[in-house]
Structures are given as C-alpha cells and as structure tokens.
C-alpha cells in the first residue's frame, strides 16, 4: 500500500505541476505535427506601406531586436510585415504593446490562427487549377499544399531581403519559404540544411503543389530551397535583394544540383 501511495503522490504532482490543460484556441498548447514542424499561433501584424522598402526597413528594425519578422504583399497592394508565434491573444497583444511602448511598432492588428489559413482559402478561390500530372494525394487529404504554392506566387516579383545584412548568405531562401509557411499557418525550421531533415520525402516524380525542393552538392550540402507550384516550377528568392522569381527545375543549374523534395501538410 505504501509503494502504491508514493506512486500516486508523485503522479499527482506532476499533473499540478504540468501546467493548464488544453480547453480550448487560446490556452492550447501548439502541437507539433512532426519533428520540426508545428501549427503556427496568434501573430502581430503591423504597417500598411505603399513601398516595399518601408515595410523591408520595419522588417529589418525588428530583426535587429531578435524579433523574426518577414513582410509580404495583401491583396489591396499594400506591404505588410508580420511576426510572432503566441500562444494566445493575450500574449501577442502584450508582446505588441511592449513594442508599442519602445516606438518600434504603432498600430497593430493580431492575426488568429484560424483567421491566417481563411483569408488564404478565400484569396486562393479564384486561382484556376495547374494543369499537371495527377499529384500524390495527401495524407490529411487537405489543399493545404495548393494554398502554399498560390500564396508563393503572391510573392513573385518582390524583391526579398530576409534579415537585412545581419543574416549570412543563403538565408533569403529559406526564410522566404518560411514565411509562406508561416502564413499557411505551419512553423518549418529555418535554415534550408534544417528544413531538409524534416517532413516526409517526395519522390521527384510525385512533386505536388507546395512541396519544398531542394539543391545543392549533396543532401549534406544543401545551399538553396523553393516551393513547388505545379507544372516543374518552383518559386525561390534567388539572391539577397533579388526579386522572387519563379524557376524550372529542368533548367540546367537546378538540373544538375537538385537535392530532393519534402512534404510538410
């Protein structure tokens, strides 16, 4: 009886110690959906900028503080920038007004998880499909890659600078594939070297939208990263301060230095 009163004892203190249990959207702790890989949570959204190079200076400004912040273009044509992975409303707000308060940020708008992965839905309806080969289905069985690969394409001509001069060479791909993800509401890791090692692997042959592709001199040397849009494209950052472009994976470079390709949805 003894042995089964420590057991019990020691069971309930973990539980008082585990922390809140999930009730719901806003105590919920994010789950992972595999190694790496997680549902990303409330996040700050901030400026409304005719120029990108406002909203790439905000960027840059809130980088420099350690902040992960990235911008991307809204339908209405304005450059927006975003960041943070809260855990709930009440966190990113008070994240927010602390920036506030330093005259980092002025308005803000906190963007729920929920509200990310519909207003993608609506901007990809009117999208028409590629006309390809017939995909690999998809395990969750949902358009989760679709709405990555268009919400790529938004990106297209921007000219990208992830991190401004503080990040090294080779980061502006990676951590623009990111933030596609980030705004489809899923959180990769950051580097291309990392994001290599997560997710399920796809065979080049079963490519469907929103696959991550890979290049480099090896799978231990991977250098370089895009999303897969259909049709043997895929769209990257090519350079930092370059425009985001969209590539074939049959031109000769990428030919000769593809790597492989993983699915995260």
Known sequence: MNHRRVLYQAALALLLTA??????????????????????GYAIQVG?????????????????????????RKDSGVYVVRFGDYRSRDLARKSAEKLVAEKLIGGYFIASPDAVFKQKQRVTEPVEPEKSP????????????????????????????????????????????????????????????????????????????????????SSDRINHVGIYVGNGRFVHAPRRGEEIRISAIEEKYFADRFVGAKRYF
């Open 134 to 217: 017939q995909p690999a289905k998809r395990k969750t069985g949902s358009d989760m890659g679709g709405i990555a690969a268009r919400t790529a394409e938004r990106f297209v001509g921007i000219p990208y600078r992830w991190g401004g001069d503080n990040v090294v060479e080779g980061m502006d791909c990676s951590g623009f594939v990111r933030a596609v993800y980030n705004l489809c509401g899923i959180n990769i890791p950051r580097t291309s070297a990392e994001q290599f090692r997560v997710g399920e692997k796809v065979e080049r042959s079963a490519l469907s939208d929103g696959d991550l592709v890979f290049f480099g001199s």
């Open 19 to 40: 922390g809140p249990i999930a009730t719901g959207c806003a105590y919920q702790v994010k789950p992972a959906l595999s190694d790496g890989i997680s549902r990303i």
């Open 48 to 72: 409304a900028f005719a120029e990108v190079k406002n909203a790439e200076r905000l960027a840059g400004k809130l980088q420099s503080r350690g902040v992960e912040a990235f911008y991307f």
